[in-house]
């Protein structure tokens, strides 16, 4: 086959078969054309697929009807990645590794193309849950605190809070006792700690990643917050009580918005009240975090190429070569 | 990770066996010259000298290596000190009028300073109770009479009180209030004024009855304190500064404030003297300033000595310090560069000898001691051997040397000799030799350079306790600068009268900024060192016995690289001067290196087996091999977004300080014109200056804005491509099989660049290597993943050990590495330390100190710490100094936490900055602008001060009950209170009358013991550092393609089935 100034298409399949052609960018034709040529190539004419496309920013995004099919051969620069799953499959989303919010977009989008034939609720398995900033040992913190987990999951938003010193009244046995506190003083408008509306201004913080701040200096927990910054837990002394979470004795995992009662949140949607967060799951979220943000080492990588003068010789193996597309 | 605890755990044996208690407490001791000292006092019996600080402190020195000290329990002023003479007492006079008696005591053959009694006078009757005496008003000046046992005090309200010395009481009835003595004073005398403060009490030197006093006024009084009466009274006009008695108490010499000096005879005649027999003013005619201190010394050889300060003309002078020395017809003015605090001479004082024949002078000044010898014609300058004024220019930085090699330390000193030759005309040593040293001979030799602004470098001997200066390196002559200050210094010269002679070398303004040191590096088996400056300079000087005169290789290096769109903002790169320059023998430059842009350099590192020196700036850091004078790498680590960098924000912030320094030298150069200016220019300039000083000691922390921004460090921060640290390092970076040079440098962000080096071996028993050139690749690029800068990187062998310095290992002066077992390399951050596996860079042990403690890696050192119990133990532990001002030791590579100490206050930033630890766990730090502290971690290794002084009192059994007992030195004698031991009352309790502290001693703030790590916390951080291999991004380049694709796999575990949809 001789290509000319087309594009070329890799496809995959199940395990690692792939199969190559060209298209021409200008003419691309019907995608009913295209979706028979698929099936046709991969002798998978006997069951339901979909399929799929990455994007320039990596999304995976559906090829379903004549539009999309378009505008997938035309972006294409000259590769286009195709990706067919099995209908029940892509469904039931067991193709989802990871768990980065992207990914998950892209199936739904996948999913919201085939017809509603499924009525069954399928719950995805709980890797597919994108970990977010949660109130976390409900069971272990005296209610009037709130230990508070702040997660920064591939998300740009800053931090985004301030804190400071001031006052604190603790009740001792001789009575009320002015003692020198740590303050959550500003929050930044759409910085994480705002969107989460688990953190409020005036909270006083008690312990950071479960080292108490009694003691230390504004200067010190600023330190300690910012080290632990990639996985920030914070116990908080809110300062409005009035929306505590009451303990009861609910099963482990409820995760319902709780009703007003008992453990309302006002405000922003509520989160999730995950009760005994385990500490594995922290640590091992902390090592996820450079994986899934990624954008550090192409990124260096790149940089590093520019370079001639450090006569790098790229590793054989490379990332490039690492995934199981191959290009025709 | 089983494996690594048990190695980890037999590592430790040593210090896991000691009991908390017997940990080593922090030792400390002080180099330098004491900071803003306030007072003087001179024994002239034991030869021993005594300066009081303005933040309390006493310190007595002796003989070199000879030195006790002492710190008031609250930080004031010591205004005056007097010595008991030949009884090693002291008595101390602070601004808020308490009395302190000090005496040297001998613990175990040690002798050591003691306060032993306190008195405060009452000062209001209506406050202290019915118990006070008389309103006692400020004390203005003390004479101990002298027999010694009483002291008289002249207050502000004219009253004279007499005071028993042994106990600190008041001896009441013997008080001379002014009343008394104006009824022998003439009607017309008295005209209703008061006499004015006592100015001045002085003894007479045979007759311990007769005391000299002087009123403000100008009324001077003979009182015979045995007949209770006025002897003699001379009706001074003019406002009095001092007084002196002759030898032969015929004549008194009194000092005024209009600049003149007065001379009275005393005759026998009981009638008032109305004037003097001379009185001069000698800078007039026009307005002087006031003498402050005069003194007369007679002498065999005919003649007398009149040395007193100040009195210079008001207008055109009236801002220098001078001391002014008269004998017959010799007049010179000494021009010193700081303000002038007291003056002694040293001569005889035994009342048989009829002569004072002054041998020296001692001056004390505010930033330096100058000792002049007046038996010599010329009044020629002595060395001093210690009290060396360190901030002569201001440091910059500082290194320490280690063992210095016996022949190494001999051409330095050689070379220094010839720098200054010792005066041979002059037959006086130093004069102050009280005491003995009992310390011994230091078992190494330790040197310690320091950097200054003037581009010096400075060589001292740190061996002892008495900091002695070796050797000084001048990298000025190298450039050329824009202010050619000889030519200034010529001309005032010309300038005959007064006849000023400039004395001292305290010079604290640079000629030019960019000449000032960053760092420095010695080999000390080689010679060679590289000396780096604030214009991006690197300088590799070797030491040389003969000097030549040769020209210096430049070479400049552009950091930038391709880098566009970056403007310099800063300044200028300086400009060599080209051809052959003269160089005396010492250090004589080889090689320049100019990095452009010229920022400051900010790390630089020396190999000098590879001849390859490698540097740093905020810009990039380049590799030069100066054996073939090329450069070998230039690497720039600028962030794209990273614009502060190069504008040069570091010349922004100095902007100030250059300014006024350049409005200083403008008014040198007035004065060197002979202009006259406006008197008041130079004394508000000094005002600035001192509110410039205020300003960069830290101690307004309320006025820091109290909210702090929690934010992760980002990759865009400012100055993120600052680089860090350099290290030189054999190890292993490509495989686990072969080992080579390697180079490493951290940045201010985070990340590890590991270059393989391609050295061209050396021949057998060749020195140098054959004319090939130097390679260098890219191996590894660790980003930490917390961002944090990178504080230190180093390398440990197969048993978990520092890798040696150049030279060490192949001259058989250290063990050789371990090259069978597997390297690691130890990564320290401003958050953390880690330990990583090489050749594939993954984790192996971190500690967390940030997230643990909150405070901050600010300089860490891999120290050897041998043991107290066993001979020849030793092991190597990472001593690490945090911005909180504590020292924390781990060990290595474990990362245990093994001990810490609180050390330095956490509000002295320029201390904690200017910290540099030697090999062998002691460390420096600067406590003033002038003074180092050394401490010792080392339980082995401690460097203190052991003397003995012999003194000739009786103590008296009855003396200990009154006694207040401080535990001997170990408070920081610079008036640091948190870290002052409370004093321990013995089993008499002290008497409340005497004793001004409370009765019951409060525990201490902050002790000085080690504060020992309960196991429990610490094996949960042994457990913590199994969790995050992965939190690196390793980045390997150059590894074989299996090591490679490990490392990969590694770091891309959980994308490799993400792959499956999601193509890259």
Redesign the interface.
């Known amino acids: 086959k001789i290509l000319h100034k087309t594009d070329v298409v890799g496809f ?1 399949c199940f395990g690692a078969e792939f199969r190559r052609f060209s298209l021409d960018r200008h003419k691309p034709g019907k995608f009913e054309d295209f979706y028979k040529l698929v099936v046709h190539t991969h002798h998978i004419s006997n069951s339901d697929v979909t399929i799929g496309y ?1 994007d320039v920013h ?1 999304d ?1 995004l559906p090829i379903n009807n004549d539009d999309n099919f378009c505008k997938a051969v035309s972006s294409a620069n000259p590769l286009l ?1 195709v ?1 067919i ?1 099995k209908r029940e499959e892509a469904e039931r989303g067991s ?4 768990s ?1 919010c992207r ?1 998950r977009r892209a199936l739904g989008a996948l999913r919201d193309e085939g017809p509603r034939r499924r009525a069954h609720l399928d719950i995805g398995l709980p890797r597919d849950f994108r970990p977010v900033s949660s109130i976390i040992d409900v069971d272990l913190v005296p209610e009037t605190h709130r230990r508070v987990r702040l997660h ?1 999951h591939g998300c740009e938003k ?8 001031g006052a604190s009244v603790r009740v001792t046995p001789h009575g009320l006792e002015k003692v020198p506190g740590i303050f959550i ?2 929050m930044v408008p759409g910085g994480l700690a705002e969107s989460t509306g688990l953190l409020a201004v005036n909270d006083e913080v008690l312990e950071v ?1 479960g ?1 108490e ?1 009694a003691g ?15 996985n ?1 837990i914070v116990t908080v002394k809110p300062a409005n009580q009035r929306n505590n979470v009451v303990r009861g004795g609910r099963a482990l995992g409820s995760s319902g918005p709780p009703s007003d009662g008992t453990a309302g949140f006002v405000g922003p949607p509520a989160p999730r009240v995950l009760q005994n967060f385990h500490p594995d799951e922290a ?1 091992s979220d ?7 943000e ?1 954008t ?2 192409p990124r ?2 790149s940089s ?1 190429r520019a ?1 001639p ?12 070569e ?4 191959v290009t025709l | 990770m089983g494996k690594l605890r048990r190695r980890g755990a037999r590592e430790l044996g040593a210090w896991e066996c000691l009991p908390p208690a017997a940990l080593p407490s922090l030792q400390t001791v002080e180099h330098g010259f004491p900071n803003q000292p306030s007072a003087l006092a001179f024994d002239p019996e034991l030869r021993i000298m005594a300066i009081g600080t303005r933040s309390g402190a006493v310190k007595i020195y002796g003989a070199p290596g000879v030195e006790f000290t002492g710190l008031h329990r609250d930080a004031a002023t010591v205004t005056q000190m007097h010595f008991l003479t030949g009884q090693g007492r002291l008595l101390s006079l602070l601004d808020d009028s308490s009395l302190h008696l000090w005496e040297i005591v001998h613990h175990n053959g040690c002798a050591h300073l003691e306060e032993a009694l306190s008195f405060q006078l009452p000062s209001r009757p209506g406050f202290d109770g019915a118990s006070a005496p008389l309103s006692l008003t400020r004390v203005t000046v003390v004479l101990l009479v002298a027999a010694g046992d009483i002291a008289a005090l002249g207050t502000e309200g004219s009253s004279v009180f007499f005071l028993d010395v042994t106990t600190l009481t008041l001896l009441e009835g013997q008080t001379l209030a002014p009343g008394e003595v104006l009824r022998s004073v003439p009607d017309d005398y008295r005209c209703g004024k008061a006499l004015g403060p006592v100015e001045s009490l002085q003894g007479h030197l045979r007759d311990p009855t007769k005391i000299l006093i002087g009123y403000s006024r100008g009324l001077l009084v003979i009182w015979n304190q045995a007949s209770q009466c006025v002897d003699h009274i001379f009706l001074g006009n003019q406002q009095l500064e001092s007084l002196c008695w002759g030898r032969d108490s015929s004549t008194v010499v009194s000092s005024h404030s209009d600049g003149s000096y007065a001379v009275w005879s005393v005759d026998a005649g009981s009638s008032p003297t109305l004037q003097p027999t001379v009185a001069t003013t000698p800078y007039g005619p026009f307005p002087c300033k006031a003498i402050n201190k005069i003194l007369w010394r007679n002498c065999e050889s005919g003649g007398h000595f009149i040395i007193f300060s100040g009195g210079m003309p008001r207008a055109s002078y009236g801002d220098r310090h001078c001391v002014s020395v008269l004998r017959a017809e010799t007049l010179v003015t000494l021009d010193f560069t700081s303000r002038i605090i007291d003056f002694f001479t040293v001569h005889s004082t035994r009342p048989e000898d009829e002569f004072d024949d002054p041998q020296a002078l001692a001056v004390l000044l505010e930033e330096e001691l100058v000792v002049l010898d007046l038996q010599t014609p010329g009044w020629p300058a002595v060395p001093a051997p210690y009290l060396a004024p360190l901030h002569s220019s201001a440091i910059t930085c500082s290194a320490h040397v280690a063992s210095v090699p016996a022949k190494l330390w001999a051409r330095i000193v050689s070379a220094g000799e010839q720098q200054s030759p010792q005066p041979v005309s002059s037959a006086l040593s130093w004069p102050i030799t009280g005491g003995r040293n009992l310390a011994q001979e230091p078992s190494q030799r330790g040197l310690l350079l320091t950097g200054h602004e003037d581009g010096t470098v400075r060589f001292w001997d740190a061996s002892g306790v008495a900091l002695r200066p070796l050797y000084k390196l001048s990298t000025a002559g190298l450039f050329q600068t824009d202010c050619e200050h000889a030519d200034s210094l010529a001309q005032a010269a010309e300038d005959d009268w007064p006849p000023f002679r400039k004395v001292g070398c305290f010079d604290p303004y640079s000629d030019d900024p960019r000449l000032g040191v960053q760092k420095v590096a010695l080999c000390k088996y080689t010679a060679q060192m590289v000396v780096a400056g604030t214009a991006g300079q690197v300088l590799v000087l070797e030491l040389s016995d003969v000097p030549v005169e040769q020209a210096v290789s430049v070479a400049i290096i552009d950091l930038l ?1 391709d880098r566009e769109g970056f403007t310099w903002k800063g300044h200028e790169r300086l400009s060599p001067r080209t051809g052959p320059l003269p160089w005396p023998a010492g250090f004589q430059p080889r090689v320049l290196v100019q990095c452009l842009p010229p920022a400051a350099v900010t790390a630089v590192t020396l190999h000098t087996e590879w001849s390859l020196v490698a540097f740093g700036t905020s810009h990039g850091f380049g590799l030069f091999d100066y054996q073939r004078k090329s450069p070998v ?1 230039a690497r720039c680590t600028l962030h794209p977004n990273d614009s502060l960098a190069m504008e040069g924000p570091l010349s922004r912030v100095k902007s100030l300080k250059k300014s006024l320094r350049q409005s200083f030298r403008r008014i040198r150069k007035s004065r060197v014109s002979g202009k006259k200016r406006a008197a008041n220019a130079s004394s508000k300039l000094q005002e600035a200056n001192a509110q410039l000083a205020e300003q960069a000691c830290p101690h307004d922390v309320e006025m820091t804005p ?8 980002s ?1 865009d921060d400012s100055l993120s491509g600052v680089v860090r640290c350099l290290y030189f390092a054999d190890t292993f970076l490509r495989d686990g099989a072969h080992h080579g040079p390697t180079m490493w440098a951290g940045t201010n962000s985070g990340s590890v660049f590991a270059y393989a080096l391609e050295v061209p071996a050396a021949a057998v028993g060749g020195e140098k290597r054959p004319e090939q050139a130097v390679e260098a ?2 191996g590894k ?1 660790v ?1 930490l ?2 961002r ?1 800068p990178v504080v230190a990187i180093a390398v440990l062998d197969g048993r978990g050990r520092p890798l040696p310095e150049p030279y060490e290992a192949s001259r058989d002066l250290a063990q050789a590495p371990d090259m069978q077992g597997g390297h690691a390399v130890l990564i320290a951050s401003e ?2 330390f880690k330990v990583f596996t090489l050749p594939k860079v993954s984790a192996k042990t971190k500690f ?1 100190l ?7 890696v600010r300089k860490v050192a891999l120290a050897t710490f041998a043991s107290v119990a066993c001979e020849d133990y030793a092991e190597t532990c990472l001593a690490c100094l945090t ?2 001002g504590d020292v924390h030791v781990f060990s290595v590579p474990g990362l245990r936490p093994q001990v810490h100490y609180s050390c330095i206050r956490k509000e002295d930033i320029s201390g904690i900055a200017s910290c540099v630890f030697t090999r062998h766990g002691q460390g420096f730090y600067l406590i003033s602008p002038s003074e180092f502290e050394r401490f010792s971690l080392s339980a082995r290794n401690i460097t203190e001060p052991l003397c003995s002084l012999d003194i000739n009192w009786p103590r008296d059994a009855t003396q200990a009950s009154y006694r207040i007992r401080e535990s001997p030195k170990l408070s920081q004698a610079n008036g640091t209170p948190s870290i002052l031991l409370a004093p321990q009352s013995l089993d008499g309790s002290p008497d409340p009358a005497h004793s001004k502290g409370p009765d019951t001693p409060e525990p201490p703030e902050a002790a000085l013991s080690p504060m020992s790590i309960d196991s429990a916390t610490s094996a949960d951080t042994t457990l913590d550092t199994t ?7 390793v ?5 074989s ?1 299996e090591e ?2 490990k490392n ?1 796999r590694n ?14």
């Open positions: 995959t990455a990596g995976l990645r990706f799953q193709l989802g590794a990871g980065l990914r920064r800053p931090l985004g809070f301030y804190i400071r010193d003083s500003r990643n080292i701040v230390k200096t504004l200067d010190q927990v600023t330190d300690m917050m910012i080290a632990n910054s990639h920030l640590e902390e090592d996820n975090d450079v994986v899934i990624g550090l080492e260096l990588l590093l370079d003068r450090h006569s790098l010789a790229l590793p054989p193996g490379g990332v490039e690492h995934g199981p597309a | 690289q790498l109290v909210q702090r921004r929690i934010e992760p460090r990759a690749v890219l690029e980003q993943m917390h944090a958050e953390q967390k940030t997230a643990h403690e909150g405070c901050r911005n909180l969790g995050d291999v992965t939190v690196e991004d980045k390997d380049f150059l590894g393609s490679s694709e990969l770091l891309a575990e959980d994308e490799a089935h993400a792959c499956a949809i999601l193509i890259k």
